[in-house]
């Protein structure tokens, strides 16, 4: 009687699967392909070389020094509000946490717009400085609330441990709530750093022409003026950054899975 | 200590919120300034709403975001149910993995790889790549970036269903597609409806990936919004239509909340 049931239900992630090979990986075989082909076609390492010239590396290191600094004011500034959002009462909580969360559903482009105004207004437009605002002011919830889940749910009778065996306040949170939230710090670096790090449209708003990102390159090399447009080096730009980004999720996984491990133990 | 914790919460949301309240306020600017208040004035309101091509834009990203979320809504769901009946444990992880790609990798590669599909395509068939974007590769990506929230959404109120209430339906007369439309579908209803929630949310707020698949002619609102914007330049305009769209945005979000609410009560009446 049940045949006919699993056999529905068998095919019923058919569709599914279907459409992840069409518009999932093989778009990323396409980026592989584009990625090692030369203008007019023909396998080449050229785009590869290419990546070595001043322009493509100084432009990705500073993404990632940009990226860098704003992940870790992200954390300076989100780990002391996490942790004092945590010990508030249940009520006034969900209150907060509702109106950080308000801001994280407003367009991407509205919020970066936004800072125009007040970025002329404090005089510093179009330098590095407004760009890596810009960052932090897109992308700072997204460390807040990790680290807070985290936080909300440490057991206080470790803290109360803790003190009772003679730490201070600070050893406290030094040596028990840090290395506890160690997995929301490190979920929090990875969606601040990622968005950071391949972001087009925040340089073009805020920043000025030495401030040209790794994202507005590839963008300029698809969507841009018809002397830039270059499918075959956009692609290979993409591909490198998708690399630096799955390398640095797998760096923070394992450093994560370990520290999660080492606390059980 | 406790002072100092309150104006350190307080100056992290001045923060977060005076960028937003200085765009509310310059939008009803008198001049067309966004530096210097001259004056209050709904004309900039007045002018977007006479305006064909922001009603175009906004029509487009209705019938998009519907669209895309009702499809995701219906391959997502029905691929969470096969996920969760098959035997093969590679093949279900592997499809996830796969599944998870577009939410892992930067929008920006996302939107790239889907424009070389449509380059390739376009080269296949002798044409050129504008002409396949616009809508169709739009919703299609909608579609494709929605399916994992829609499936993370779905999978949990499947693994919580209780087995003897299908058992029981089966054991009663119905028949297996009957007993899976009254008992299983209810019971993982407000996941699906949360997934779809997700899905539409996700599919007004989306630019980059829309951005690169929406060739010369059609845009969704974010991507309107990007043309008026030049560098470093930003027009009352711009900010007047910007606050309508967050106005929107905070209503759809107290609407689904309501009704996330209602559904949670309902469903503990019956369960209590």
Redesign the interface.
Known sequence: ??K???F??????????V???L??????L??L??AFTKEGGGFSFENFTNLFQAIYVSTFVRSLCYALIATVICLL?AY??AY??AKLGEGRQSL?IT??M??M???????T??????V??LGF??TPVSVILGMV?NY??YMILPIYTVLSKIDRRYLEASMDLGCTPLQTILKVVLPLSISGVISGITMVF??S??T??IS???GGNKTTLI?DM??SR??GSSGAIN?YM??ML?LI??IL??IS?WVMNRFSDEKDGGVIV | MKQISRIYTVLIFVLLYAPIAIMILFSFNAAESTTKFAGFSLDWYRQLFGDAEVWLAFKNTMVLALLSSVLATLIGTAAAIGLAKMKNRYLRSGVQTVTNIPMMNPDIVTGVSLLLLFAMVATIFGTGVDRLLGFWAILIAHITFNLPYVILSVAPKIAQLDRNLTEAALDLGCTPLSAFFKVELPGIMPGIISGFIMAFTLSIDDFVITYFLSGSEYSTLPVYIYGLTGKGTVTPDVYALSTLLCIGVLALLVCSNVMQRRMDAKQRKKTA
Do not use: D
């Open positions: 009687m049940n006919k049931r699993s529905l239900q068998s095919i019923s992630a058919a569709p599914h699967m459409w992840a090979v518009f999932i990986v093989t778009p990323m396409f980026v392909y584009y500034l002391p509000l004092i959002l907060m109106l950080l308000l801001p559903w407003i367009n991407f482009i509205i919020r717009n936004s800072l125009i105004s007040i002329h207004i437009f179009g002011y700072l919830p990622v968005p790090v391949s087009f449209y073009t708003a805020l994202g590839i963008e698809f969507l499918y956009g692609a993409s950054l998708m980004i799955f999720m």
